[in-house]
């Protein structure tokens, strides 16, 4: 699903085997992506945001307020604040990009639902930005946080390539 170099979404499923999913789609991801409890469905912590606590997002010249998450990988990032990448469109729901680092701390987590304007970390470096909101099937989540205006994305969907900055200070 995402890849690593100049194309995200080029390398990741021909490196990895498929791994089913109950009642859901083959996974291009492997088992270890997916952690689940004994009835297959994976465990995600309730979102453990401090109010107040922001990124400044920018797609293009575009800046919106991203409200961080309280955890290992979003201190992290903003240990390489600011950080700057290109998304690409991917699968009509999402603009992936991979980051200029490995990120240290993920959770991996199956979310059962994603919403617009969600970010996550997915695996150790690719960037994930939701701009559609549905349910979700794949593993190897790290949520980072929520933009406070997910409207913004409307003019980025579908546009192709896009720079992402994110500004922790």
């Known amino acids: 699903f995402t890849g690593c170099g100049s194309d995200p979404g080029a390398n990741r499923l ?6 089913t999913l109950p009642n859901g ?24 945001t401090k109010e107040g606590t922001m990124a ?3 797609l293009e010249s ?11 990988v979003v ?4 240990s390489h604040s ?9 699968g009509g729901k999402e603009k992936v990009g991979t980051l200029p680092f490995t990120s240290t701390g993920r959770q991996d987590l199956a979310p059962a639902r994603v919403e617009k304007g969600e970010v996550y970390l997915y695996g150790s470096n690719s960037l994930v930005i939701f701009y559609a909101s549905e349910p979700n099937h794949w593993g190897g989540y790290t949520r980072l946080g929520a933009l406070q205006d997910p409207s913004v994305l409307d003019a980025f969907i579908g546009s192709g390539e896009t720079t992402v900055t994110i500004n922790f200070n």
């Not at 201190?75 to 903003?78: F, I, V, Y």
């Not at 600011?82 to 991917?90: G, K, M, T």
């Open 14 to 19: 021909s490196q990895e085997p498929a791994t």
């Open 25 to 48: 789609p083959a996974s291009p991801h492997p088992a270890s992506d997916n952690p689940a409890s004994s009835d297959g469905v994976a465990a995600v912590p309730e979102h453990d």
């Open 56 to 58: 400044e997002l920018t």
């Open 62 to 72: 575009v800046s919106v307020e991203l409200i961080l998450e309280d955890n290992a």
């Open 75 to 78: 201190q992290d990032l903003a």
């Open 82 to 90: 600011p950080i700057e990448l290109i998304v690409n469109d991917h």
